[in-house]
């Protein structure tokens, strides 16, 4: 389905750019005067920072700067937008000076941005410009509480007079939590009475508020939710003519079909919505109630990317590079990842950086190729972290640095990336236990690759009492984890020994049935790893 963000949520993001552009390990405090980043040790700072386009366009180019580690650049980006009077860049600007790091931290500069830009929205709110007082009353939750409900207020006593778009704010507002309570309850009412006053945005944020599962009865909701769409379509609102027909497709609220479905998306991408070409694309594809027709989802795909949908970029990437649909052409696969790249698609970022590490489709640029995966890591792609981590270990594109590898391979593991923690507890096992334990035992529950290493470490850990109370029984599993994987996967003679200490702990352990047959396998496998190095079996 097509989610919205919340201006709210956008609020936070700036919060947590900020925390992905702290500074590393080495990262010393800037003499007074000094031009540099935040961020990653060695992160480079862009210079001629320039708005190009609106000020949503700017703020947007402000955020791509932060998370290509240039707090300067974005600090003269929103500098040079407040002074122009746009309040987007004040709000953002305030933030900024106040979470960016040392290198652009300016408490009484945020509160001057802050200032004004509250001072502008309460401008253009007093013109009854209904989006600028949803923003002054998002601006004064975040950056300056009291006054919320004043704001709050003014938008509802709008809606009571037949203002649709202020209807639809003071939902956002109930939804987001912003001045009181997240009220699911409140937001659906004031959706309801935008979508009622013709507001195609109300009809669309109402009709996702009720797929959302949380009601009293869902399959009623989602009824609803169709109608809603139904509605927000009937007003030219893309974005709920999209969700009509995954609905349709999906049977949510709404008997299948997918005829009616397709037809619906086909028109929505024929009218600019590029998620809807991309739908598209993965009904014929997918060959959902249609023959599958792979030229024709490739067809869908190019015409989504051209709306700017980061989805379509990609499939059409894939496809191009597989040669569905079409003859294999790297070059333009290449193109299109790229452009999803652009679009802010994490995942493209490392598809580009994978083709120019191997030269497919276009020229050979190690030092390119780590760019993007550093950007796809900025992004919030642990895969791209994890690459970055890697590059740094071999010197591969980027200098060979122990401290920047420890710094992705820490943001790869917060990410979510498992063989990521189970080097980061490596790096930590001697000056934080506790934490190096607790990733073993992620990392080992999980059996990704390289897992075998933080059983081996937590069963040690474990048996040692390090990092936490001593338990055996746990030390017991992780040495049989890491004993007992298929043969063919072991390459470290060091496992024989987490065979022993598995068999050995069962041995000490209280009777079982199965004690002889288990202390059994796991010698036998410590035997078998060891003919595989050439060692002698145990005595």
Known sequence: MHRRGSRLASAFAWAALAACSSPGPRAAKAPTGATVGTGAPGATVGTGARCDGGAEAC???AEARIREQDSVGARALLTELCERDQPEGCSALARLLDGGGPAVVDIAGARAARDRGLA???????????????????DLHQLSPDG?????ARLAAACKHDAGEACRYVGLLAEDGVGGPVSRAAATRFYGRACALAVGEGCFDLGLVLQDGKGTDPSDDERQAVAAFEAGCTLRHLPACNDLALAWREGRGAAVDTGKAL?????????????????????????????????????FYRDGCRAGSSDACAQQGHALEEGRGTAIDLAASFAAYRQACAL??????VDVGRFLYAGRGVAEDEAAAAAYDRRACFLGDAAGCREMANLHAWGTGVPADATQRAWYADRACTLGDQPSCGDVADAID??????????????????TEGYQRSCSGLGRMAEAGEGGRTDRDQARAA??????????????????????SAAALLAAGPPRPDLNTRT?????????????WGRPATP
């Not at 502008?120 to 998002?138: I, T």
């Not at 009904?283 to 024709?296: F, K, M, P, R």
């Not at 802010?344 to 970022?349: I, L, N, V, W």
């Open 120 to 138: 502008l929205w309460n401008e253009r709110c007093d013109r009854q410009e209904w989006r600028a007082c949803y923003a002054l009353a998002v």
């Open 520 to 532: 059994q396998v796991l010698k036998a496998r410590a035997d078998a790893i060891r003919a595989r």
């Open 430 to 447: 001697a000056t934080d236990p506790a934490r190096a334990r607790a990733l073993r035992e992620r990392h080992c529950a999980t059996r």
């Open 148 to 152: 919320v409900g004043t704001v709050a």
């Open 59 to 61: 703020v947007r180019q």
């Open 479 to 500: 040495y049989e984890l890491a004993c007992l994987p298929p043969i063919e996967g072991l390459m470290d003679m060091a496992l024989s020994s987490d065979c022993e």
């Open 344 to 349: 802010e698609m994490a995942s493209a970022c």
């Open 263 to 299: 037809a619906m998306l086909e028109a929505t991408c024929r009218a600019g919505h590029g998620l809807a070409c991309f739908n598209a694309g993965v009904t014929y594809e997918q060959g959902t109630g249609v023959v599958i027709d792979l030229a024709a989802a490739l067809r």
